[in-house]
């Protein structure tokens, strides 16, 4: 066997709590464990990335790890801390969505390899599909008590907590069957006798260690991480524009750094025990060099890195460097033309825009109808006219007089040109 599991998880911040005697489980053989991921997106978020983090360790300590889509379970929502029920899905989207996770996890988990611990993944709407309701409440219901799902705090919370106004659902109040069938169905189908998840999933675990003692005669242990939170209260995982994706075409790889590099210290050095693969003394190292210099932001850099590499590749970590650096680069317009347009678009999101259509363009335009005229970036043509006397104007990064005339080797991405007064008012001509 490779390295102690539970040892790796509890110096990486990564163990919240485990049912005595899986220790000595996992000391013995081989064992199977798995995670539960929701299917409702074809592309996973960093909220997701802690459970992800798990299997891929339990991978490395010589386990096998199963990722779970809940296709079946998807379709029910979890009261785990939730207040809405999802969306019913079809099938097709399904399959499209289990294929976009099974690719992602791909930079993670081992799918491929001969070992007996290659990943597997698997989709719990292929054995609950064919279930019927009577069947279901006959076969598994009888074995749980109401009592014993009404004791579970996920229940409890959401009874008795802010939304109780709206009750709960009996499809809700059933999920943790349903999930506690899985443990049981993979329990005997896979020889899996560990489920992994985060602290709000512990009730949903234990019904399913419950039904592998009652229906199954045997024994299943669960395994929980602590639930992410940020130092300074805000959402773990959340950014304005809503979710951190996995998938570069939701979260741009630029964005997904971004997320990173702006970690308080505190989080920085939590985050990168859990989110990495680096070891124990170069952790150490990085958090010791990085209280030295915290100005520098070793810990928050190296963290963005990794994860970029992880989630995307190389390159895309080298662009997003490139592009974090572009606008104190002293070789500016050649830098600036390697970004593709989406990367320019997020480098300078939220930037004053203004739109001149080619033929206005092409035509000429002077720096006066740059800057008032014909884009109001500044308020009159008499300010442009003072600012350019000042020398207070340049066009991508480079100072221009009143005389300087735009032309189409200004043009980044044959549409941007990017104009500065003083160093705080950036402005973007946009050319259709």
């Known amino acids: 066997m490779?390295?102690?599991?539970?040892?790796?998880?509890?110096?990486?911040?990564?163990?919240?709590?485990?049912?005595?005697?899986?220790?000595?489980?996992?000391a013995e053989a081989m064992r199977s464990a798995y995670v539960g991921f929701d299917p409702t997106a074809d592309s996973l978020h960093i909220g997701n990335l802690v459970p992800i983090m798990l299997l891929a360790h339990y991978q490395r300590c010589g386990h096998k790890p199963v990722a779970l889509v809940g296709g079946a379970t998807g379709m029910i929502g979890d009261p785990s801390g939730k207040s809405s029920e999802r969306n019913l899905l079809d099938e097709n989207t399904l399959r499209h969505n289990q294929e976009a996770i099974k690719k992602?996890?791909?930079?993670?988990?081992?799918?491929?390899?001969?070992?007996?611990?290659?990943?597997?993944?698997?989709?719990?709407?292929?054995?609950?599909?064919?279930?019927?309701?009577?069947?279901?409440?006959?076969?598994?219901?009888?074995?749980?008590?109401?009592?014993?799902?009404?004791?579970?705090?996920?229940?409890?919370?959401?009874?008795?907590?802010?939304?109780?106004?709206?009750?709960?659902?009996?499809?809700?109040?059933t999920y943790q069957l349903v999930q506690g069938y899985d443990f049981l169905h993979l329990y005997k189908a896979n020889g899996c006798t560990i489920q992994m998840g985060?602290?709000?999933?512990?009730?949903?675990?234990?019904?399913?260690?419950?039904?592998?003692?009652?229906?199954?005669n045997g024994k299943g242990f669960a395994i929980t991480c602590p639930l992410i939170t940020k130092s300074d209260g805000s959402k773990f995982g959340k950014s304005e524009g809503g979710n951190v994706w996995l998938d570069a075409n939701r979260t741009s790889p630029y964005k997904f750094y971004q997320y990173w590099l702006n970690s308080s210290d505190e989080d920085?050095?939590?985050?990168?025990k859990i989110f990495t693969f680096l070891s124990q003394d170069i952790i150490e190292k990085l958090v010791a060099e990085h209280k030295e210099a915290p100005h520098l932001r070793v810990l928050q850099?190296?963290?963005?890195?990794?994860?970029?590499?992880?989630?995307?590749s190389y390159d895309d970590v080298n662009n997003a460097i490139k592009a974090s650096n572009i606008l104190f680069s002293k070789s500016f317009k050649e830098d600036i033309k390697i970004l593709d347009e989406n990367t320019f678009l997020d480098v300078f999101e939220g930037v004053p825009q203004?739109?001149?259509?080619?033929?206005?363009?092409d035509e000429g335009m002077d720096m006066i109808g740059?800057?008032?005229?014909?884009?109001?970036?500044?308020?009159?043509?008499?300010?442009?006219?003072?600012?350019?006397?000042?020398?207070?104007?340049?066009?991508?990064?480079?100072?221009?007089?009143?005389?300087?005339?735009?032309?189409?080797?200004?043009?980044?991405?044959?549409?941007?040109?990017?104009?500065n007064k003083g160093k705080r008012n950036t402005y973007i001509i946009k050319v259709i």
């Open 2 to 26: 490779g390295k102690n599991f539970v040892e790796e998880l509890k110096w990486r911040g990564m163990l919240h709590d485990s049912m005595p005697g899986v220790e000595e489980h996992l």
């Open 104 to 173: 992602q996890l791909s930079h993670f988990l081992d799918f491929e390899s001969n070992e007996a611990n290659a990943a597997v993944l698997v989709n719990n709407y292929d054995w609950m599909k064919e279930f019927s309701f009577l069947e279901f409440i006959r076969d598994v219901g009888k074995h749980i008590t109401v009592n014993y799902m009404m004791a579970k705090d996920s229940v409890k919370n959401r009874i008795s907590g802010e939304s109780s106004s709206d009750g709960m659902s009996f499809t809700e109040f």
């Open 198 to 216: 985060g602290s709000d999933q512990w009730g949903n675990i234990t019904t399913g260690t419950e039904l592998i003692r009652r229906i199954g």
């Open 268 to 272: 920085a050095e939590k985050y990168i």
């Open 301 to 312: 850099k190296r963290l963005a890195e990794e994860l970029v590499i992880l989630v995307h």
């Open 354 to 361: 203004a739109q001149i259509t080619k033929a206005e363009f």
């Open 370 to 419: 740059a800057l008032a005229a014909k884009t109001n970036f500044l308020n009159s043509n008499g300010e442009a006219r003072r600012a350019l006397k000042e020398n207070s104007v340049s066009v991508n990064k480079e100072k221009v007089k009143e005389d300087y005339k735009l032309s189409s080797d200004d043009l980044i991405n044959d549409k941007y040109i990017i104009l």
